[in-house]
């Protein structure tokens, strides 16, 4: 923790400090006071990539919860294969990031992926998804719940197996429906594992970055560039570290 952590990020603090380029390492290391925290501040790419990080995460969990949930209750009502079920759903979790990327990209391009294919068939236009910003933003969230949403849905699909059988029971001897079941005793029951679930996807919301360089490189016209990738494109592109 020390050597990998500790040390690097009080380096890090220091060198925010001062005016280090790759470029030229000879008396960068001399403090240059809040400069760069003054620039970055009035930098409005830096403040668009913020409010582009915020729209990430807010679309991105709020989609793998809603569905996550819906798709661990149908498994739950299964009473037959939902182990196997389960396990196909860990797929998405094991592919590498960055292959995530590259098959979207392919499944996005016009003519040729997939879902342009299925436009075709319900005989809609082919849209150019990573040509227009809104669309490409829209394709990032598609990749990411892909890969993310099977996260939400073990963890509530095991939640849900662990529920008391009392309460459901007591319900149907009162004539509930199931959805009156699902949002009076299912959703409060699931409020720990919720706060949970929300908390990790809030945490590991940016791992989305290989996905965005493998597929978009944070365009077209910055639509798809958080601040991770910014601060990529700052270090190794312009060496400003």
Same mark, same amino acid.
């Given at each position: 923790?020390?050597?990998?952590?500790?040390?690097?990020?009080?380096?890090?603090? *220091?060198? %925010? +400090?001062?005016?280090?380029?790759? /470029?030229?390492? %000879? &008396?960068?290391?001399?403090?240059?006071?809040?400069?760069? *925290?003054? @620039?970055?501040?009035?930098?409005?790419? +830096?403040?668009?990539?913020?409010?582009?990080?915020?729209?990430?995460?807010?679309?991105?969990?709020?989609?793998?919860?809603?569905?996550?949930?819906?798709?661990?209750?149908?498994?739950? $009502?299964?009473?037959?294969?939902?182990?196997?079920?389960?396990?196909?759903?860990?797929? !998405?979790?094991?592919?590498? !990031?960055?292959?995530?990327?590259?098959?979207?990209?392919?499944?996005? #391009?016009?003519?040729? &992926?997939?879902?342009?294919?299925?436009?075709?068939?319900?005989?809609?236009?082919?849209?150019?998804?990573?040509?227009?910003?809104?669309?490409?933003?829209?394709?990032?969230?598609?990749?990411?719940?892909?890969?993310?949403?099977?996260?939400?849905?073990? =963890?509530?699909?095991?939640?849900?197996?662990?529920?008391?059988?009392?309460?459901?029971?007591?319900?149907?001897?009162?004539?509930? $429906? +199931?959805? @009156? =079941? /699902?949002?009076?005793?299912?959703?409060?029951?699931?409020? !720990?594992?919720? *706060?949970?679930?929300?908390?990790?996807?809030?945490?590991?919301?940016?791992?989305?970055?290989?996905?965005?360089?493998? =597929?978009?490189?944070?365009?077209?016209?910055?639509?798809?560039?958080? #601040?991770?990738?910014?601060?990529? @494109?700052?270090? +190794?592109? *312009?060496?400003?570290?």
């Amino acid at each position: 923790m020390l050597v990998l952590t500790a040390i690097p990020v009080i380096f890090l603090i *220091y060198i %925010s +400090f001062t005016g280090l380029k790759l /470029t030229n390492l %000879s &008396g960068t290391f001399s403090l240059t006071g809040l400069t760069n *925290y003054i @620039q970055l501040v009035t930098d409005q790419r +830096f403040l668009h990539s913020m409010w582009v990080t915020i729209k990430f995460i807010v679309f991105q969990v709020t989609i793998q919860l809603v569905l996550g949930f819906l798709i661990a209750l149908l498994i739950n $009502s299964i009473q037959k294969g939902s182990t196997i079920i389960k396990s196909l759903f860990v797929i !998405p979790l094991v592919v590498p !990031p960055v292959l995530v990327g590259l098959i979207f990209r392919v499944l996005c #391009t016009p003519q040729l &992926g997939g879902i342009g294919w299925v436009l075709d068939i319900l005989g809609l236009p082919a849209i150019d998804w990573l040509s227009s910003p809104t669309a490409a933003f829209w394709a990032v969230i598609m990749a990411a719940v892909w890969v993310w949403t099977p996260y939400v849905i073990l =963890m509530y699909s095991a939640a849900l197996e662990t529920m008391p059988k009392e309460p459901f029971e007591a319900a149907k001897i009162d004539g509930a $429906s +199931f959805f @009156q =079941m /699902t949002y009076y005793i299912t959703l409060p029951l699931l409020k !720990p594992i919720t *706060y949970i679930v929300v908390f990790f996807r809030i945490l590991e919301a940016m791992a989305i970055f290989p996905i965005i360089y493998t =597929m978009t490189s944070g365009g077209p016209a910055q639509a798809t560039e958080p #601040t991770n990738y910014l601060v990529f @494109q700052n270090a +190794f592109h *312009y060496y400003k570290i």
